[in-house]
């Protein structure tokens, strides 16, 4: 045990010790407006630069990221079904799709399925 927390404290100093090292040695960046405006041949653009985002495509892609890791998480599911007791089984599998569902529920509620045009 005592090897385990010197190991894990000599990590944690070489990584301060890194982090701290590489902060100081970084090359210090000055913002000014001629860095920082976009190119278009030395003259002010016409037009903004930042094209409009869609929020509700976003939304759509972070709930579908997250039902997507979700679905990764139920596939081991399968296989503890041979090594576990049919009741445990189900009360776990069904746990985890009420969760998923009372998500989606609330996402509905929410108005983050419904595209405002």
Do not use: Y
Request: one cysteine or more.
């Amino acid at each position: 045990m005592f090897l385990v927390s010197l190991s894990a404290t000599l990590m944690f100093f070489i990584s301060t010790l890194m982090i701290s090292i590489s902060s100081i040695l970084s090359k210090k960046s000055f913002s000014d407006r001629e860095k920082s405006s976009p190119f278009e041949c030395g003259f002010d653009p016409k037009s903004s630069s930042r094209l409009p985002f869609s929020l509700q495509f976003f939304l759509i892609a972070v709930i579908f990221l997250i039902f997507d890791v979700e679905i990764a998480l139920l596939i081991p599911l399968i296989s503890i079904m041979k090594i576990s007791k049919i009741i445990m089984f189900i009360s776990i599998s069904s746990f985890f799709i009420v969760i998923l569902l009372a998500g989606l529920f609330h996402e509905w509620n929410q108005g983050a399925l419904e595209w405002a045009f």
